[in-house]
Nanobody, 115 residues
Framework: QVQFVESGGGLVQPGGSLRLSCAAS????????MAWYRQAPGKQRDLVAY???????GYADSVKGRFTISRDGAKNTVYLQMNSLKPDDTAVYYC?????????WGQGTQVTVSS
């Protein structure tokens, strides 16, 4: 059983920053690539960024240059540093493996970018 617990969301003004954390527990040794996803109201859940165990990363075009994904293997935690936030970044953010597994979704963390 794998569990992810996301935290660090909140309300921030445009141009601000947030750092999200995803704490993983359970049988995570089989997960090679971790990712952050987000879902805005009325929209599908999309991939935002991923990071492999080897450290390779990838980003959605909409967040390139603004978001940075990282992981701490010792803490089984994945982070998402989000800078220069825009109102379009407003969504619930989730972590999961990549490719995603439906049984891995956690509760997510709400990010709201508004003045």
């Amino acid at each position: 059983q794998v569990q992810f617990v996301e935290s660090g969301g909140g309300l921030v003004q445009p141009g601000g920053s947030l750092r999200l954390s995803c704490a993983a527990s359970g049988s995570i040794f089989s997960i090679y690539t971790m990712a952050w996803y987000r879902q805005a109201p009325g929209k599908q859940r999309d991939l935002v960024a991923y990071i492999s165990r080897a450290g390779s990363t990838g980003y959605a075009d909409s967040v390139k240059g603004r978001f940075t994904i990282s992981r701490d293997g010792a803490k089984n935690t994945v982070y998402l540093q989000m800078n220069s936030l825009k109102p379009d970044d407003t969504a619930v953010y989730y972590c999961n493996s990549n490719p995603r597994r439906e049984d891995y979704w956690g509760q997510g963390t709400q990010v709201t970018v508004s003045s």
